[in-house]
């Protein structure tokens, strides 16, 4: 049975790990450089966050490790992250544990460890295996990093590796994957927030053409390889599909984040803890800010994460009220959405452009 087959809907936990061996140059999420004794006092607050915070549900089906880069702290301070969450849920039957690992950090230890916990999902922060990327990005790896990381798991892994496309002059060469058990790959354009240093140091992302080629070119790469497109960003080996991942793109999955910047939903609201990771400590874990989700947006929210997945949106009598029909039909004919069965979704080069095309079907 495929994994996503499994019941439906989704009890996720995500963790949030905002420490990292030195700040990349296009990071735009909650981390900061670690250094020896500035993670106790926010494992502290994780750890308080767990036990205190109220539930809403009590088996968990997935729990994801994320970051910031959860392999560069102490594998102490995450085994009392995960004691605390086994003592809050019941994690008897879970689906899918991963946690985040950089090349830099990974070593044969650490996965043990981390097995030992109950991890059975690796994701590796590759973004490129060429040198000259990783200098642009800022990323502290090298490529003999990268090779050394990935020599540490073997075909019974489930291991899935971040790939970065878009980088200018430099085509993504993946061929290096078919000499590691890798079941899944996430891919993601390179964008650049304004105040990133890579922005601030005058570097610009490249136009669309050079985009809409290497695009092209990485999907061509993936397909060769025996990987399935199942969502914009992700590529999977049948079967590997990321359980915890999918859940999210479901509207009817609740999920519960704890630590700086991670979001809770219940369906009914959604919960976001603070951004500040002084806020977050000094507060014990406590600040948050809870939002209702109303039928509208809940509306909303469902047809951009279904429009996200290969599978596509049900289009419903609530769903039809928010889309202009007569800008999905020339969507349809130009050949960037398909409706097929009262369903729709995006063709190949209708994901390239995904966020423009949704920004103007949507009511
Ligand atoms: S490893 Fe990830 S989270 Fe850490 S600085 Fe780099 S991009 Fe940001």
């Known amino acids: 049975m495929s994994r996503l087959q499994a019941p439906s809907p989704n009890r996720g936990i995500y963790v949030h790990i905002p420490f990292c061996r030195s700040r990349c140059g296009y990071c735009s999420f909650v981390s900061q450089v670690h250094r020896s004794g500035n993670e106790e006092g926010y494992f502290d607050a994780l750890c308080a966050e767990i036990r205190e915070k109220e539930t809403f549900f009590e088996k968990a089906d997935t ?10 702290v102490s594998p102490k301070n995450l085994e009392r992250t995960v004691y605390e969450l086994k003592n809050r849920y019941d994690a008897s039957s879970l689906r899918e544990f991963t946690i985040e690992m950089n090349p830099e950090s990974a070593t044969r230890e650490k996965i043990s460890f981390y097995k030992s916990v109950g991890v059975d999902r690796f994701s590796l922060g590759v973004q490129s295996f060429d040198n000259r990327v990783l200098k642009i990005l800022g990323r502290v790896h090298s490529r003999r990093e990268i090779v050394r990381a990935l020599e540490l798991f073997g075909v019974e892994d489930n291991l899935t590796i971040d790939l970065i496309w878009g980088v200018t002059g430099f085509r993504q060469n993946i061929s290096f994957i078919d000499d590691y058990p890798i079941k899944h790959v996430s891919t993601y354009l390179l964008t650049l927030e304004e105040k990133t240093p890579l922005f601030n140091a005058g570097y610009r992302v490249k136009g669309d ?155």
């Open 209 to 363: 053409s050079y985009v809409e080629k290497e695009y092209f070119m990485l999907l061509e790469e993936l397909y060769k390889r025996g990987f399935e497109r199942y969502e914009v960003s992700n590529f999977a080996k049948r079967g590997f599909e990321s359980v915890h991942n999918s859940a999210y793109w479901e509207t009817d999955s609740v999920y519960a984040g704890y630590g700086v910047s991670a979001a809770s939903y219940d369906t009914k609201r959604r919960i976001q803890n603070t951004d500040s990771i002084e806020d977050y400590i000094s507060s014990g874990g406590r600040l948050e800010y809870a939002e209702s989700v109303d039928l509208k947006k809940n509306s909303i929210e469902k047809i951009m994460l279904s429009m996200r997945t290969v599978k596509g949106l049900k289009v419903t009598g609530e769903i039809r009220e928010h889309l202009d029909f007569n800008k999905v039909d020339s969507y349809v004919k130009s050949g960037k959405l398909r409706m097929k069965s009262e369903t729709l979704s995006f063709t190949e080069r209708g994901f390239l452009i995904m966020n423009y095309v949704l920004s103007d079907i949507l009511f």
């Open 63 to 72: 729990i994801y490790i994320g970051g910031g880069t959860p392999s560069a």
